[in-house]
């Protein structure tokens, strides 16, 4: 519980810097009824999201800080999103020509996502390090790790709120990069603020 609302708060943080720097695309409904891509964004990042969520309250104590315990089961429902994401780019790649491929993977904004799925992760990581200090994690990195995974993709299902990039191809390069440098900040901080 204490987890949750230290984590909400944080959480509550990058909501209010989105609203008062970016906000939602002007088509937000229109795209959320009439386009998969679009909706697909929110399908990938929340699910990972709701898949690291468990999995870094379990880290934060010994027991599971060592993997036992449904570790495989964990393991697939983490694969589910990227593997959804990159059936989705298979499918772009079959119904884009050659020629398009490069301009769908690197969009309008590239260097934006990146730099905004980071900007709107470092509140909630903050407040998960914060939280997890009361924890007995046994793999600092790991349970820092998987606080970074949440919060970048929490803050990529943000970000794509207002993104006009829907192409899957996007999504799997510049998300992706995004989240992976949060969850790899999240496994250095982790691994020396959360070391027993």
């Not at 929110?42 to 104590?61: K, N």
């Not at 914060?130 to 949440?150: D, E, F």
Request: glycine share 12%.
């Amino acid at each position: 519980r204490g987890f949750v609302l230290v984590f909400a708060g944080g959480l509550a943080v990058a909501a209010a810097l989105f609203a008062a720097g970016l906000g939602p695309r002007a088509d937000f409904l229109t795209a959320l009824g009439s386009s998969w891509r679009f909706v697909l964004k929110f399908v990938v990042t929340l699910g990972l999201a709701a898949a690291a969520a468990p999995l870094v309250l379990r880290s934060a104590r010994p027991e599971g800080s060592a993997g036992r315990g449904g570790a495989g089961r964990s393991g697939v429902r983490l694969a589910v999103a990227p593997v959804l994401l990159v059936a989705a780019a298979a499918v772009e790649l079959f119904v884009t020509p050659r020629s398009a491929w490069m301009a769908q993977a690197v969009g309008a904004n590239a260097l934006a996502c990146v730099v905004a799925v980071i900007v709107l992760s470092v509140a909630p990581l903050a407040a998960a390090l914060y939280a997890l200090k009361r924890g007995a994690s046994s793999a600092p990195a790991i349970t820092g790790a998987l606080a970074g995974l949440l919060s970048g993709s929490l803050a990529g299902a943000l970000y794509g709120a207002h993104c006009m990039d829907d192409s899957p191809l996007f999504v799997a390069t510049w998300y992706t990069l995004g989240v992976a440098i949060v969850t790899l900040a999240g496994a250095m901080i982790g691994g020396r603020a959360l070391r027993l």
